[in-house]
Every structure is written in C-alpha cells, then in structure tokens.
C-alpha cells in the first residue's frame, strides 16, 4: 500500500507542475486502450470542457486522432490543415492558444496531452519539460489495471 500511495503522491506532484507550466490547462489522457482513457484529467475552463463535449469534438479533434497514430510532440497550429471542422479554432477562440500536444506509450497504452497556455508559445526547453513530466505520468501508473479500488479512486479524485 506505501508504494501505490506514493504513486499517487507523485503524479499529484507532476500534475501541479503541469498546471503551474499550462496556464490555461491541459488535458491528459492515461493508458488508452480501446479508445478509452485508464485515467482522464482536464483542467480547461468548464465552459471549453461543456462545448468540446456538445459538438462532439473528440470524433474530429486532429489533436486526438494525431496522438493516437503518432508518438512525441507537435504543435497544434501545425495540424491546421488536418482539422475541417474546427477544433483548433474553437480552442482557440476559448482562450486556448498556444497547444503542445506529447504522446507516449505503446498503441496499445498510449498516453495523449493536450498542453495549452495564454502567452506564447512553448519553448524547446519548456516542451521537454513537458515531456518528460508526461513520460513519468505515464510510467507511474504503468499496471494501473492491476491497482486496487482505493488507489483508483485517489488517482481518479486528482483530476
């Protein structure tokens, strides 16, 4: 039990520095099998979260559909061209402004990030960081299916 609660204490401390580095929020999807995350946080504004979820914007989100097809990063204005419906733009238009985007693991256990902030765009040095925070998200809760309730719980209640 010391081990899994120090799991928990460690991905609330990576966390954090996730949200203190991404300002406007950051979505990260944990361990995706079958479409379906182990583990979701998302820490945008309510009003961008309801209005994803309403137009259904998953099914179209290139951010998405580029994180489940490749793994490392790419910035979202560079996935303009992928993006008919208008995802970017709507993020965009919400506050969400300079995206990052970091996707690790197998295909099979992929981890998705959605990493935005107001005032310019992330640096070389502020995209590793990232990175490697999301790098060590994904290999603390690696075996999460095997976790007992309690532990799941307290992961899940840190989003």
Request: aromatic share 8%.
């Amino acid at each position: 039990m010391g081990a899994d609660r120090r799991t928990v204490d460690d991905v609330a401390a990576l966390l954090a520095r996730l949200g203190h580095i991404c300002d406007t929020g950051f979505a990260l999807a944990i361990h995706i099998r079958y479409t379906r995350p182990s583990l979701l946080y998302r820490t945008y504004r309510q009003e961008w979260i309801d209005h994803y979820s309403e137009k259904g914007y998953m099914l179209f989100d290139p951010v998405v559909r580029w994180g489940l097809m490749n793994s490392g990063g790419v910035n979202w204005h560079d996935l303009r061209e992928q993006d008919p419906e208008g995802v970017i733009a709507a993020a965009e238009a919400h506050g969400l402004l300079h995206g990052w985007t970091y996707a690790t693991g197998p295909a099979t256990s992929r981890t998705i990030s959605g990493l935005t902030r107001s005032s310019a765009p992330f640096t070389d040095a502020e995209k590793a960081e990232l990175n490697g925070i999301v790098d060590a998200i994904h290999a603390a809760t690696e075996g999460i299916e095997q976790y007992d309730e309690t532990i799941l719980e307290a992961l899940r209640a840190l989003g």
